[in-house]
Nanobody, 115 residues
Framework: QVQLVESGGGLVRPGGSLRLSCTAS????????MAWYRQAPGQYRELVAT???????NYADSVKGRFTISRDNAKNTVYLEMNSLKPEDTAVYVC?????????WGQGTQVTVSS
């Protein structure tokens, strides 16, 4: 069983930045594919960014060039650096760990972009 704890959400003005963190329990973090999803009210959950165990990353078109996903295996932590934030980025951001058929979700952290 893996437990994921997100942090770093909050209220930010348009154009601002935030860095989200997701820390995992367990000793095989480096084997997991890690991903950030987001869900706005009344919307489907959207895959935002993925970082594979080897370090390869993928991004949704809506965040390319603005968001950066990274991982620190020594700290069992994945990060999402978010720059040039827009009101449409407002959502609950949730971390996910994937290893084969095993999937684990965090509880989410709220990001609100508003002036």
């Amino acid at each position: 069983q893996v437990q994921l704890v997100e942090s770093g959400g909050g209220l930010v003005r348009p154009g601002g930045s935030l860095r989200l963190s997701c820390t995992a329990s367990g000793s095989v973090f480096s084997m997991y594919t890690m991903a950030w999803y987001r869900q706005a009210p009344g919307q489907y959950r959207e895959l935002v960014a993925t970082v594979f165990s080897g370090g390869t990353t993928n991004y949704a078109d809506s965040v390319k060039g603005r968001f950066t996903i990274s991982r620190d295996n020594a700290k069992n932590t994945v990060y999402l650096e978010m720059n040039s934030l827009k009101p449409e980025d407002t959502a609950v951001y949730v971390c996910k760990a994937i290893w084969g058929v095993r999937n684990y979700w965090g509880q989410g952290t709220q990001v609100t972009v508003s002036s």
